[in-house]
């Protein structure tokens, strides 16, 4: 038996908590995957993992090991990348998850500096305003907004983006510019964004001299994606409020027309993320790098126009 491949066999059927998944990660057969967990366990003398047909579950003894195996894990890829960081640049491939708007309009206008920096790393980008889960999709990192509500991750900031209210000009010359939110909740026509993971619409947020307010009224159209979010407004479906960084070229060209500009919400928190239970590697550690370097200027869109 090679135990250490068998280690990293078993370590990632716990974080995917699928032998499928597992062995897609490590591009490994399932069957081959399956006989080292079941040799490891053999080694051992205890059931590290309960099978059912429908599920996998970690045993109390597969746990303790399976946190102890991390370690060592962990210790030796330190030692490995200390010594290929003397020899060589950054290779290898990343898995990134990022919503739509966020990779259009941030993230791949950047990369070509990224990539001449570090031409040896290869970037999968799964762009989805779906949250995603780290673990069970082997995925590196997430570049996310909002407020972080998973504390087995670890999140480093990179910047704050400027949230916008906006409508075509078509749309207010037929219902009238509103001169203070609470106008919103009567006879506008709201186009929402709506939460991918409950299908709530989030609301309207607005903020002026301390004083602050959330319309949630109901809209006339929600949207859980946010190109087709920014395409609804476009389309005169109604008022929208979304990021600064996309709608620069659109406000330029008089497409739409910023609106209760005095009550801008404060500034709205962007993260990149990933499990404190995984290695950060050579070429995970330079990315968040670049992006703490590159992402805020461009994520702060056109804030002080």
Not at 66 to 88: G, M, P, Q, T, W
Not at 180 to 187: A, C, I, K, M, Q
């Amino acid at each position: 038996m090679d135990q250490l491949l068998a280690i990293k066999a078993f370590s990632r059927v716990v974080e995917s908590g699928s032998f499928t998944r597992a062995s897609d990660s490590l591009n490994m057969p399932k069957a081959t995957l399956s006989k080292l967990v079941q040799e490891l366990e053999a080694h051992l003398s205890v059931r590290l993992l309960q099978r059912t047909t429908r599920r996998v579950t970690v045993t109390a003894e597969g746990q303790e090991y399976y946190e102890k195996a991390l370690r060592v894990l962990h210790n030796l890829e330190d030692i490995d990348a200390c010594f290929n960081a003397r020899r060589s640049k950054p290779r290898g491939q990343l898995r990134v998850d990022i919503g739509g708007s966020t990779a259009r309009d941030i993230l791949i206008p950047l990369l070509p500096d990224f990539f001449a920096r570090y031409p040896d790393i290869t970037l999968d980008l799964g762009v989805s305003d779906r949250p995603a889960n780290l673990i069970s999709d082997n995925i590196d990192c997430v570049i996310r907004g909002g407020p972080l509500g998973d504390s087995s991750l670890i999140a480093r900031l990179i910047g704050h983006a400027t949230l916008m209210t906006c409508a075509t000009p078509a749309y207010l010359k037929a219902f009238g510019v509103p001169a203070y939110p609470d106008e919103l909740r009567n006879g506008h026509r709201l186009v929402s964004y709506l939460s991918p993971q409950t299908g709530k619409p989030f609301p309207l947020r607005f903020e002026r001299q301390g004083e602050k307010i959330e319309i949630t009224s109901a809209h006339r159209i929600g949207v859980n994606e946010s190109n087709a979010h920014l395409a609804a407004g476009l389309a005169g479906l109604g008022i929208i409020q979304t990021f600064s960084y996309s709608l620069s070229s659109i406000l330029r060209q008089g497409e739409m027309v910023e609106i209760l500009r005095d009550w801008r919400p404060a500034g709205y928190p962007f993260h990149v993320v990933y499990p404190q239970n995984r290695h950060v590697t050579q070429r995970l550690r330079v990315f968040i790098d670049w992006l703490v370097e590159c992402f805020p200027a461009r994520v702060a869109g056109e804030s002080g126009t």
